[in-house]
């Protein structure tokens, strides 16, 4: 597992070492940085698999630096942060982070996110650049490969992160089911909801503004106010 790379972008050097003690214990390689511009250069000279990222940094934010991440990659990001109020985790998943965990945290719960999230990403990148059609479908002008991780809507190529394609594949692979927003949380997350929160519905937004929804007139995910999402038979 050491050629799986973790950067940690904290300017608070207790954390950041703590963080990376369990880490390293668990066999990844830990870049730390204590600014934006330190993550940047680790990013462009290292291979960065997920990016633990602090919300409140000295000169550039955590939410501007995954912000501008977010504009050429797709690795999964997860946001720290000592604020823990909805409007804040809704601020930092709108920037296009993939999970959001509050200080101070479990080093324990934060390695199994982690986990979850890099599992979830090396899944849907394969190495192989194997064109198989398994586990491809299409509907409603959305064609959407498991195998590639590969998403086009009406021949337009879309880039998702590992969180929004599992959400729209759940969606695609039952068409005509409604999933409420547990639902969804629980078989994408593959974790149970022990509180409300707005966690998908900010995933979805995401997902609907890539997909250009907002622009045309038949949607492909559809709201059932009260219950949940669909994607249409």
Same mark, same amino acid.
Not at 52 to 77: A, H, Q, S, V, Y
Not at 188 to 194: L, R, S, T
């Given at each position: 597992?050491?050629?799986?790379?973790?950067?940690?972008?904290?300017?608070?050097?207790?954390?950041?070492?703590?963080?990376?003690?369990?880490? *390293?214990?668990?066999?990844?390689?830990?870049?730390?940085?204590?600014? =934006?511009?330190?993550?940047?250069?680790?990013?462009?000279?290292?291979? *960065?698999?997920?990016?633990?990222?602090?919300?409140? +940094?000295?000169?550039?934010?955590?939410?501007?630096?995954?912000?501008?991440?977010?504009?050429?990659?797709?690795?999964?990001?997860?946001?720290?942060?000592?604020?823990?109020?909805?409007?804040?985790?809704?601020?930092?998943?709108?920037?296009? =982070?993939?999970?959001?965990?509050?200080?101070?945290?479990?080093?324990?719960?934060?390695?199994?996110?982690?986990?979850?999230?890099?599992?979830?990403?090396?899944? +849907?990148?394969?190495?192989?650049?194997?064109?198989?059609?398994?586990?491809?479908?299409?509907?409603?002008?959305?064609?959407?490969?498991?195998?590639?991780?590969?998403?086009? *809507?009406?021949?337009?190529?879309?880039?998702?992160?590992?969180?929004?394609?599992?959400?729209?594949?759940? +969606?695609?692979?039952?068409?005509?089911?409604?999933?409420?927003?547990?639902?969804?949380?629980?078989? $994408?997350?593959?974790?149970? *909801?022990?509180?409300?929160?707005?966690?998908?519905?900010?995933?979805?937004?995401?997902?609907?503004?890539?997909?250009?929804?907002?622009?045309?007139?038949?949607?492909?995910?559809?709201? $059932?106010?009260?219950?949940?999402?669909?994607?249409?038979?």
């Amino acid at each position: 597992m050491s050629d799986i790379g973790i950067l940690v972008v904290d300017d608070e050097p207790e954390i950041a070492n703590l963080v990376e003690i369990y880490l *390293v214990s668990d066999g990844y390689k830990v870049y730390k940085a204590n600014t =934006a511009q330190e993550g940047f250069d680790v990013l462009a000279r290292e291979k *960065v698999h997920l990016v633990l990222l602090d919300i409140m +940094l000295p000169g550039m934010d955590g939410l501007t630096m995954c912000r501008k991440i977010r504009e050429n990659n797709n690795i999964p990001i997860i946001m720290l942060s000592a604020k823990s109020t909805d409007l804040d985790k809704i601020r930092g998943l709108g920037t296009g =982070a993939d999970d959001y965990v509050t200080k101070p945290f479990n080093p324990l719960e934060l390695t199994a996110r982690v986990k979850s999230q890099l599992r979830r990403y090396t899944q +849907l990148n394969p190495q192989s650049s194997s064109d198989a059609s398994a586990g491809e479908i299409s509907i409603h002008g959305l064609t959407i490969s498991r195998e590639n991780h590969r998403v086009t *809507v009406y021949g337009e190529d879309v880039k998702l992160t590992p969180i929004e394609f599992d959400i729209l594949y759940l +969606l695609a692979s039952n068409p005509g089911k409604v999933f409420s927003t547990d639902e969804i949380f629980e078989q $994408v997350w593959h974790e149970k *909801v022990y509180e409300a929160n707005n966690t998908v519905m900010v995933h979805i937004r995401r997902l609907r503004g890539k997909m250009k929804e907002d622009s045309r007139q038949n949607k492909i995910i559809t709201t $059932v106010w009260g219950v949940g999402y669909k994607i249409e038979k």
